[in-house]
Structure formats: C-alpha cells, structure tokens
C-alpha cells in the first residue's frame, strides 16, 4: 500500500510568492493532519481534518495560511503571501477510523527568500 | 489537558551499549501513548503504542516501552544500541482519536 504522499519534497520561492503544498492521505483514513517542523519550535500541529471537515485550526499561526481537503483523497496547504520565517518542513499525516496513531508523510522542505 | 516531556534533547551511547530515553507525561484520563522515531530527512515512523493492553510494549528495531501509571512515565530502552539507530524520537500521547500531542525530541547519537 502506498503511504500518505507529499508534494513538492522541496520547494524554494521567494518572498511574497505564494506557496502551496499538497497531501494525499492512506486510502480509507478519515484523519488528516498539517504539522511543521523547525529546529526552534520542534514539530508543531497546524491544522488537523476528520471526514473533510477542520476540526481544529488553532495551530495555524496567522491568516497567510489556509488549509483545504475537498475530498477524502487530497488537502492543501497554502501559504500567501510566504515569508522567511515559514521556512520549515511541512508534514502530512493521517489516521485510520477509530485509529490512534498516526501515519506520517516525507515531509515537504520549504524555503522562502 | 495532555503534556508530554522528554528529558534530555541528546542522548549519545556507545555502539551495544543500553538505550534509554525518557518520557513523562501528564493525562488527567487514561492516555495513549506513542513513541516515533525520525531518521534525517524523513518523516516520523511508529515505533510502538501504548493503548491499554499489556504496560510493556514491543516494538520495530528491538525498542521496547513500559508504561508506568505511578511515575506517569513511558520510558524507550533497547538493550544493545546499534549505529543504524542514530535518528531523533519522538514521545506523544492523547486520550481519544485524533489529536496527538507531541514531546520535544530526543537526538540519539551513537558512537562506534
């Protein structure tokens, strides 16, 4: 089975640019998570999706970010406009129904210029 | 609310020597709890899960947990470290589907 997908695995823009990042979670899972990673903040949870649906968005740290799951199949991540300081690596995720854990991406590595 | 800690950002052993990471963390209900391992430049894996069955849990790569209710802690061991087990682990917990809360990371280095 293939796991949870990210594209880009890299991405470099400059700033102001928008930036959108995109996720296919593992067939059949109903969660779908958005985290980012720096060496500063470790791994913090942006935005998490069950069913579609925003359940919690209170991890998305201002109004440049927006995050979007039209179908069980696909989310995105859009960042506009990007700034130095979002450069991080974004993780997608996903869970089963009535699953705990969690089953990560390979992450996606943004820098903004 | 759920907090986890992991004591000590770095951890360094020498190759066969005992591994041991520590994690504490702090449920007001009865948690689950999860310890993730990330090898550079790739995503988190599961290593094992606590989910109320057995308290001593085994997991991928001959890691090991034991989850003690008295000490609110799920410590990592695994008895003899190997150099394919340099990576970063992570401890997290939550107490229903969905949200997980995640420890800081401990960096385990491993010396030849």
């Known amino acids: 089975d293939a796991g949870v997908i990210q594209s880009p695995r890299h991405e470099v823009t400059e700033m102001g640019q928008e930036v959108t990042l995109r996720c296919k979670p593992i067939?059949?899972?109903?969660?779908l998570f958005w985290y980012r990673q720096t060496m500063m903040r470790g791994l913090e949870l942006l935005i998490y999706f069950n069913n579609n649906v925003p359940i919690d968005d209170s991890g998305m740290p201002e109004d440049r970010f927006s995050a979007k799951m039209p179908n069980a199949s696909f989310s995105t991540l859009k960042i506009q406009p990007s700034e130095p300081r979002d450069s991080a690596v974004y993780f997608c995720?996903?869970?089963?129904?009535?699953?705990?854990?969690?089953?990560f991406g390979p992450g996606t590595r943004l820098t903004v210029l | 609310a759920q907090s986890v800690t992991q004591l000590g950002s770095h951890v360094s052993v020498s190759e066969g020597a005992l591994v041991l990471l520590r994690c504490n963390y702090s449920?007001?209900?009865?948690?689950?709890l999860f310890w993730y391992v990330q090898y550079p430049n790739q995503g988190l894996q599961l290593l094992l899960k606590?989910?109320?069955?057995?308290?001593l849990v085994k997991g991928i790569n001959g890691f090991e947990a034991e989850f003690k209710k008295s000490e609110t802690s799920f410590h990592l061991t695994k008895p003899s470290a190997h150099m394919s087990d340099a990576a970063e682990y992570f401890c997290a917990v939550t107490t229903r589907v969905g949200k997980l809360i995640f420890g800081q990371g401990t960096e385990l280095s491993v010396k030849p």
């Open positions: 067939s059949g899972h109903d969660y």
């Open positions: 449920s007001s209900v009865p948690p689950y």
């Open positions: 995720a996903s869970s089963p129904p009535r699953g705990n854990e969690q089953f």
């Open positions: 606590y989910t109320s069955a057995a308290t």
